[in-house]
């Protein structure tokens, strides 16, 4: 019997070392059977999120373990029933990239399911190119509930979708995927994001000059949020690759780029969209 005070590390130590799905049955039922019941309903998240990483398990496959472990709690059929119930019910998000370590969306996003009592769950998920049509068919299929997107694949997931938003179409830039109806759609909040974060300070930018480190990612949707929401009077890019802030000289006769260690006179503000910023 794993100590309710640290089960979890209990049970997951008994996973290395038992046959794993049987132990991971035993290992909810432990919890469940535990003198505070309710404690899996505030563990429940978590322990989805570490049980699919530690057996590589379809979250089909997760839902159908801890749901044969309720039936066999001392739960009351009528409370056993609404677990069940709310369980296969939970949602999957997901935040996808490469690298994906340093992303803080999980504890974020999980931090407010929790607190409200959501039934759903958020991880991120390290992603190779070759992975984007299947990770995006699991939307189209229900087998989650949404993405999100970070480098390097805001670009590259556009050729799975059925059909993007005038802001990700503009931009040509996706960093969040979800389903309507039986399309797969793809959305760009980066623009707002951005904007929120200046009104949010108050900063005034009409008429001043931008610095912009930085051309992949982010930066196009910043560029349009400075011209037409703020109405700047000129951009210098830089970047290591400089063809690709040239490309982005097609978005507004205001920009100028810039040879990568170099910086420019005069310049109101300095903003990073490097990798370094992650």
Excluded at 86 to 105: A, C, F, Q
Excluded at 243 to 260: D, F, G, M, R, Y
Aim: net charge positive.
């Amino acid at each position: 019997v794993c100590p309710l005070s640290n089960i979890k590390l209990c049970v997951f130590k008994k996973l290395q070392n038992h046959n794993l799905k049987k132990m991971l049955n035993r290992g909810l039922m432990v919890m469940i059977n535990s003198d505070d019941p309710a404690y899996f309903g505030g563990y429940i998240n978590k322990n989805f999120i570490e049980t699919q990483a530690a057996l590589n398990l379809s979250m089909k496959d997760v839902k159908t373990l801890i749901i044969n472990s309720f039936k066999s709690s001392f739960l009351e059929e009528k409370e056993k029933k609404e677990w069940i119930e709310k369980i296969w019910k939970m949602k999957k998000y997901l935040v996808i990239g490469n690298p994906i370590e340093h992303s803080l969306s999980p504890k974020l996003h999980n931090y407010w399911i929790n607190k409200y009592g959501l039934s759903a769950l958020y991880e991120k998920k390290k992603l190779e190119e070759d992975n984007l049509k299947e990770i995006i068919d699991n939307v189209r299929e229900n087998l989650i509930s949404g993405i999100n997107v970070t480098i390097p694949f805001k670009k590259l997931v556009i050729p799975f979708l059925d059909k993007l938003t005038a802001s990700a179409k503009g931009l040509q830039s996706v960093n969040t995927i979800y389903k309507i109806k039986n399309e797969v759609w793809g959305e760009n909040t980066d623009r707002m994001g951005f904007g929120e974060s200046l009104r949010h300070y108050e900063y005034n930018l009409e008429n001043k000059i931008v610095f912009i480190i930085g051309a992949g990612g982010v930066t196009p949707a910043i560029i349009y949020e400075l011209i037409s929401g703020y109405g700047v009077k000129k951009i210098y890019i830089t970047n290591r690759t400089k063809s690709k802030a040239e490309e982005l000289k097609k978005l507004s006769s205001k920009i100028e780029v810039i040879e990568w260690g170099n910086r420019p006179l005069i310049f109101d503000i300095v903003i990073n969209t490097t990798s370094l910023g992650l």
